[in-house]
Each structure stands twice: as structure tokens, then as C-alpha cells.
T-cell receptor
Framework: NAGVMQNPRHLVRRRGQEARLRCSPMKGHSHVYWYRQLPEEGLKFMVYLQKENIIDESGMPKERFSAEFPKEGPSILRIQQVVRGDSAAYFC??????????????FGDGTRLSIL | AQKITQTQPGMFVQEKEAVTLDCTYDTSDQSYGLFWYKQPSSGEMIFLIYQGSYDEQNATEGRYSLNFQKARKSANLVISASQLGDSAMYFCAMREYSSASKIIFGSGTRLSIRP
């Protein structure tokens, strides 16, 4: 059973470019969560999506960031016009349903985004 | 107010000794879950142990145990017989029933095991 798959593992972009981060959930999972980890900090929740729906985007910056989880294919976190402050590790987790509080979220290995 | 507080930015422990990593939390929910994750230098997040707010027994998973003191709102992680491979960042985290969509993480403790 493959776990949560994220790619690329490392992504380098210049300021002003676009970054696209992909997350394929575990098989049978239709709920996806994105988190951001700045250096030397814990993970911060960004957005929670079900197939074709954004459920909770309370942690997403208001500008330049968007996320989608289409009916077919991986979830995409998109960052437009990247700035140096976007440099971070971005983690994805998935679940089968809206999980109860006793269910851990299993994470992918993350994408390390570096902005030059 | 911080939801999850880890007051030890870094710790050094001698190999084979036990170590306790502190975690306190703040919530008004009656139902919540507490988690510990390990993040080695390679960067992945590894789930270690879970404690539910209604669980009466402290959770244990191999060498990991969670010292859950509900009245004090603390959920310390105890690692027995530490090994060199335990050197990593450790994050305490919580999910509240009222916002089951997200996990809230503490700032982490960097644990270094000395040979």
C-alpha cells in the first residue's frame, strides 16, 4: 500500500515564478490536507479539501495561494509569483473520510520549496 | 494563546537513558486527540503515538509512552532506553473535535542522543 505521495521532493523557483506542488493521497482516500513548515517551526495548517471541494481554507494566505483536488488526479497546491518568504517545506496528508479526532493524519514526505 | 506549547527547544540525553519531552495544550473542547510526531533530519513526519481525551489509560507504543495528565493539560512523551536513532525533532500536536479537519502543532523539541 503506497502512502501519501508528494512530488517533487525538492523544487527551486526564482522570485515571481509559479510553484506547483502535487499530492496523491493514499488509495481510497478522498480527503486531503496541506500544511506548511517554516524552518525551525512546527507545521501550520493551510487547507482541507475533499474531491472537487474546499472544506476549510482558514490557513491559506489570501493572495497568490490556491489549492484544488479534482475528481481525477492529484491535489495541487499552487503558489503564484513566489517570494523568498514562501521558502518552506509543504506537507500533504490524506484520510478516508472526515476523520474523528482520534485518527492520526499520515503525511507525505513533503516538498521543499526554495526561492532564489 | 498558544494551543500547543513545547517549552524545550533542545535536549541532550545519554544513550540508553529515558527522556521526557514536555507538552502542554489549551482547549475548551471536551473531545480531542493528542499526537506525537518525529521528524528526523531527512524531513519526513513519522506518527509515534496517540492519546484520546477520554482514554483513561496512558498510551504506549513500544518504547514510547504518553504521560497524560488531563487536569494539568499536559501530554508528555516518554522515550525509554534512548537510541542514537532517536535523535530528531519531536512535535506534539492536537486535534479538537470541533475542528476535526486540522491538526495544531507545537514548535517542537530537538532531541540529540549522545553515544
Amino acid at each position: 500500500n503506497a502512502g501519501v505521495m508528494q512530488n517533487p521532493r525538492h523544487l527551486v523557483r526564482r522570485r515571481g515564478q509559479e510553484a506547483r506542488l502535487r499530492c496523491s493521497p493514499m488509495k481510497g482516500h478522498s480527503h486531503v490536507y496541506w500544511y506548511r513548515q517554516l524552518p525551525e517551526e512546527g507545521l501550520k495548517f493551510m487547507v482541507y479539501l475533499q474531491k472537487e471541494n474546499i472544506i476549510d481554507e482558514s490557513g491559506m494566505p489570501k493572495e497568490r495561494f490556491s489549492a484544488e483536488f479534482p475528481k481525477e488526479g492529484p491535489s495541487i497546491l499552487r503558489i503564484q509569483q513566489v517570494v523568498r518568504g514562501d521558502s518552506a517545506a509543504y506537507f500533504c496528508a490524506s484520510s478516508q473520510a472526515r476523520i474523528d479526532s482520534n485518527q492520526p493524519q499520515h503525511f507525505g514526505d513533503g516538498t521543499r520549496l526554495s526561492i532564489l | 494563546a498558544q494551543k500547543i506549547t513545547q517549552t524545550q527547544p533542545g535536549m541532550f540525553v545519554q544513550e540508553k537513558e529515558a527522556v521526557t519531552l514536555d507538552c502542554t495544550y489549551d482547549t475548551s473542547d471536551q473531545s480531542y486527540g493528542l499526537f506525537w510526531y518525529k521528524q528526523p533530519s531527512s524531513g519526513e513526519m513519522i506518527f509515534l503515538i496517540y492519546q484520546g481525551s477520554y482514554d483513561e489509560q496512558n498510551a504506549t507504543e513500544g518504547r514510547y509512552s504518553l504521560n497524560f495528565q488531563k487536569a494539568r493539560k499536559s501530554a508528555n512523551l516518554v522515550i525509554s532506553a534512548s537510541q542514537l536513532g532517536d535523535s530528531a525533532m519531536y512535535f506534539c500536536a492536537m486535534r479538537e473535535y470541533s475542528s476535526a479537519s486540522k491538526i495544531i502543532f507545537g514548535s517542537g523539541t530537538r532531541l540529540s542522543i549522545r553515544p
